[in-house]
């Protein structure tokens, strides 16, 4: 069964450091999403990408934060200059039109 | 008003009794309804879609109310292997396919022996 992959398991990063989390999605999907969630805390919605664009983001998804497909299969998050708030586990999510939307195994960021 | 709410639990079950989980959503422009279930520092996969009829899959059937913003799961004949946290989960409201989701905090389920 095809599934969404994501590297690396666990990043490890100081404050203020920049950070690339990576995705390759289902090779036959069009939407792409990520998502995060804070341990203990619910999943929360960070943006949405179609068509090589952003489609809906969150107010969490602020200039701190980038997505990118930079290729046919990947699709990377990247957040510019990490805080410790943001310390939790990413999860890439995509789906086709309308379709169930399948999570990846997530990232675990830790910021120190 | 919290956008899903669901009753965090934990519910402490025998195994093969019938569990219920309810939840409300506060987005009226929810068109999309899920049950998905998280296993402890895992991804979240998807259980079940929720329909207006209803529907069931196996000992899972889920129910939804439009006019009362509610959506319901039960669990018949409970296995050791249904414990995991159950979270309800709505659409955010937008057109179009790239619309993100809106998840609740989750239910807590602890099937015993």
């Known amino acids: 069964e095809p599934e969404v992959t994501q590297t690396p398991s666990h990043q490890v990063t100081q404050m203020g450091q920049e950070v690339i989390l990576r995705c390759v999605p289902i090779?036959?999907?069009?939407?792409f999403y990520w998502y995060r969630q804070i341990l203990g805390q619910k999943v929360e919605f960070l943006v949405s990408f179609y068509n090589n664009e952003i489609s809906e983001k969150s107010e969490i998804f602020d200039d701190q934060f980038s997505v990118e497909r930079p290729d046919g299969s990947n699709f990377t998050l990247k957040i510019r200059s990490t805080k410790l708030e943001d310390s939790a586990m990413y999860f890439c999510?995509?789906?086709?039109?309308?379709?169930?939307?399948?999570f990846g195994p997530g990232t675990r960021l830790t910021v120190t | 008003r919290k956008e899903v709410e669901q009753d965090p639990g934990p519910f402490n079950v025998p195994e093969g009794a019938t569990v219920a989980f309810n939840c409300t959503y506060s987005n009226s422009a929810s068109q999309s309804f899920f049950w998905y279930r998280q296993d402890c520092r895992k991804e979240p996969k998807l259980l079940m879609s929720?329909?207006?009829s209803g529907n069931e899959d196996g000992r899972f059937t889920a129910q939804l109310n439009r006019a009362s913003q509610y959506i319901s799961l039960l669990i018949r004949d409970s296995k050791l292997s249904d414990s995991a946290t159950y979270l309800c989960?709505?659409?955010?409201?937008?057109?179009?396919?790239?619309?993100?989701?809106?998840f609740g905090k989750g239910t807590h389920l602890i099937i015993q022996p």
């Open positions: 090779s036959n999907h069009l939407y």
């Open positions: 929720v329909y207006s």
């Open positions: 999510a995509s789906s086709e039109f309308f379709g169930t939307k399948y």
């Open positions: 989960v709505v659409n955010r409201g937008l057109r179009g396919g790239a619309d993100g989701l809106t």
